[in-house]
Structure formats: C-alpha cells, structure tokens
C-alpha cells in the first residue's frame, strides 16, 4: 500500500548559505517521489539522504524509536528548519509506524528499562501508599502500573530488549514494532546486522510489505538494495535520480573484492604504501 505518496517543497526562497539548505542536494530541490512500497535512498556520506529522511520523519510526525522525541531532539534541530519548509502528500494517511536511526537505538534500549524501572518503583510505592486501604483500594492503586509493565513485557519478551545481543535485540524491536499498514523510516538499519540477520531483515520486510506497510530506507547495504521492486534512488551528483542496483558503486565495489579479495587488498595496500612514501619525500 502506497501510504505516502511525495515530500514536497513549499513555495518560497531557501536560505541556501546555512545547513542544511547548503547541502548539494537541495539546492534544486522540488520533491521526492514515491512510486513503490519500498524506496530505498542511497548516496556518499555527506550526500544527504539521511538529512532528507530526517526531514521527511519531522514533517510526518511519526514516533521516534530513539532515546528522545523528534520534537525535544536536538541533533534535529537544523532538520526542523527544513522540515518546516516541505509537506507530505499522502494517498492514505497513517498514524502507525516509526523513525528509527540505527546509532539511536541503544539511547532508546536505555529509554526503555528507565521506564520499566520506574513503573516498578511506582507499582512498589502505591503498595507502600495503599497499604491500610482496603485490598480493593489496593489494587486499583497498582493497575495502571501493572498494565504498562505488562505491555512492554509482552511487546519485547522477558527483560527487555536489554536481554539480548545489539544485532538479536535489533531484530527483536523490528519483529515487535512492524505493524500492518505502517509507515517506517529507516536510517541505515543494516548497521548492527551481520549479513545473516541483514537477511532476516529483509524476510521482515517482505512480510510487512505484504501487510500493506510502505518503507523509506536510507542504507549502504548491497543485501538490503538487492530486494525486488524496490525503488532505489541516489543522492549523489546533487540532484535526485533513480538508479539501477547493478550501477550502484557500493554492488560493483563488493563484487570486485569478493570476487578476488587478495589481489583487491594487494593493489589498495600498494597504493597506500606508495602514496606514504611519497609524502614522505621518498
């Protein structure tokens, strides 16, 4: 299900002499189309596409699974800025989903079991609180707090996400939180993944996407890229195109060391040395 359908830019100049209006790829840019369930925004670093999915998850208003709000977050505070300046056209809009950045994920771990440990202390308090009142008293007192422990014991299993290895406990969050009819923007998901759980992930998109869920995915990941369908747009060269994965620098780079990792590693290591060699006068 196509939820979302473009990002657009808002008529008006941008101050283009300030961050992040300055990056290459917006300085032309008029809107970021979405033709596919799955779009996948490739690029350098620096190129931008993870300023653009930042905007797009300010300008959507989606939760932010992170160790705070989009709203209160203030690494995205140049990104509001810009994110005030587009607007998203929906065909269907929906309030389920998430914006998740791969190096948030252990902030929102922490979130987690800082909220589990004081619904724990409210329960135990309300205890102490309640203790001449009558048993009735009692437990309506804790309920609430028992209610809430037990949400998250059900969404994220016994202990918590904290429970398990980053890449387990990474998959375990997407395996809670996918939902039928989501919208969910990734940025570089693949980053805790070995690429057999890079797989696993791609089987948990294939089953959500079948669930009528719409992803955005900023990633470096020939696995993930390598899914059928998906839209695969670059922001490299400044401007917004659609490219093909088999012209994607990153599929051609790997292939060329898989393909033959010691002569790849001799003749990189060779240069490095020469390059050294030179700057040292030799």
Sequence with gaps: MMHLRALQRRQGDWPHDRYPFSLPILQEFTSLEFRVPLTFLVGDNGSGKSTILEALACVVGLPTVGSAPLHSDSTL????????????????????GFFLRAEDFFGYVKRLSAMNEELVEDWERAEVEYVDRSPQARGLARMAYARELKALKEQYGEGGLSAASHGESYLQLFQARFRPGGLYLLDEPEAPLAPLRQLAFVQLLHQSLAADAQFVIATHSPILLAYPEAAILSCDGGTLREVAYDALEAVSLLRDFLNEPTNFLHHLLKGNNQSERADSGY
């Design 77 to 96: 505070q140049a990104v509001h800025e810009l994110a005030d300046q587009l607007k998203a056209v929906w065909n269907r809009r929906t309030r389920v």
